[in-house]
């Protein structure tokens, strides 16, 4: 007997080379990112509707537990083709994660400006294991970004924020996946929204495929901002955003009218969830689907039940929702939205008594 072919997997700059801006000079930098598993969720759109073919897009699965994987490995490469020296950003947590970790790994200073404390535990332990200088600010993560815009501008140092066009070159990789995975566009493709440049991704990626010819239809771009923090939809910045999606509390995305152009050009929408609507769809997908992502990550699914409650689905369509981060990113918030665990004596029928086996 021999051995089973090695699925080994590339990189996304191998994958994706004659679509992403790699020349001679780009390093073969890869941590194995991207080709995430698109996942049915039977259970759930079993619940909502008939119509609807649901899918999750668990980017949970990039090697730091995020999507930002796909963007800062392109932003990273090029950093080291232009012959930088050290990059920085602000960050929710996850684009800080990865700049870390991607600086680590092409021997890069990376620096990281944090809302204080705003950041799930998890992403902030990455950071700080990656070797990163973690600047934790007292304000929130608008006022974290402009401290990272003016300082490029006076020093010589990257800015890897999504603002940086080689992040959403990566990120829409993204969109090739679930074509590739589908052999079409979905109908609907489900999206949380924070600073906005993953959906302004995401649309690029789809209409260069079309464009291509490599699909023939382009999906309706539906967005959804946590409710005390939806700049878009409210149609004004927000000075305070508050939600305890902590990876979309961004009152001022800088990608803001790129969402927009997506949303219109696509006939889409940007709506907004509670942190009810969103609490309520990450237990369903962790405790009935089986995959456990972060609260952010859970707006997609929160604003897919909405809008099937409105009857806003009402021909078959199939829909992707992007899963933008792993559920142990952010363990404190898990543990807080769970029933407690029960303490025992350590005795067999007291054990066998609490799970109502005697
Ligand atoms: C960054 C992030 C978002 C928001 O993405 P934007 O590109 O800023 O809109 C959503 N969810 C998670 C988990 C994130 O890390």
Redesign the pocket.
Known sequence: MCCKPNYQRVGLLERYKEFLPITDKTPALSLMEGSTPLIPLTKISAKISPNITLYAKF?GMNPTG???DRGMVMAIANAVEIGSKAVICAS????AASAAAYSARAGLTCGVILPAGEVALGKVSQSMMHGAKVIAIDGNFDDALTIVKEITQKYPITMVN?LNPYRIEG?KTGAFEICDTLGEAPTYHA???????????YWKGYKEYFEKGIIDRLPKMIGFQAAGSAPIVEGHPILEPNTI?T??R?GN?A?WKK?EAARDESMGLIEKVTDEEITEAQKLLASTEGVF??P??A?SVAGVIKKAKEGFFKEKCSIVCIL??HGL?DPQRAMAICDPFINAKNDLDEVAKILNLK
Do not use: D, H, L, R
């Open positions: 980017e995020s999507f930002k929710t947590g996850n684009t999504s990120q999206i949380p929204v924070g600073n906005a440049g993953n959906i302004t991704a999606a990876a979309i961004i995305p990608s969402a992502c972060e952010a990550s707006a933008t981060g990113k």
